[in-house]
Nanobody, 124 residues
Framework: QVQLVESGGGLVQAGGSLRLSCAAS???????MGWFRQAPGKEREFVAA????????HYADPVKGRFTISRDNAKNTVFLQMNSLKPEDTAVYYC??????????????????WGQGTQVTVSS
């Protein structure tokens, strides 16, 4: 049974940093993996994604230059380093597995497996 478990969320002041982790179990993923987030009353939105090799990454405009996605394939884990956090980054963050092995998608319908989410709250 495939499971994705996120961790690392919490409460942080504006300007601070957090590092999210997503550990996958049940199978080894060679797929593109991504992070999405959903704020209260808003649609789930793409944050970042990375190919299996790590050679290609893609970020949503609001997080470019502040967030970094990476992965450790030996541990079947993907990370999201979030720096210079802003109150508008407050959301539940989800990791997900794309059906694709090479092409990065930014729409959630392309992702088959999802974690349960981890709350990130940035205070002003």
């Amino acid at each position: 049974q495939v499971q994705l478990v996120e961790s690392g969320g919490g409460l942080v002041q504006a300007g601070g940093s957090l590092r999210l982790s997503c550990a996958a179990s049940g199978r080894t993923f060679n797929n593109v993996m991504g992070w999405f987030r959903q704020a209260p009353g808003k649609e789930r939105e793409f944050v970042a994604a990375i190919t299996w090799s790590g050679a290609t990454t893609h970020y949503a405009d609001p997080v470019k230059g502040r967030f970094t996605i990476s992965r450790d394939n030996a541990k079947n884990t993907v990370f999201l380093q979030m720096n210079s956090l802003k109150p508008e980054d407050t959301a539940v963050y989800y990791c997900a597995v794309d059906r694709s092995y090479r092409v990065i998608h930014t729409t959630s319908t392309n992702y088959d497996y999802w974690g349960q989410g981890t709350q990130v709250t940035v205070s002003s």
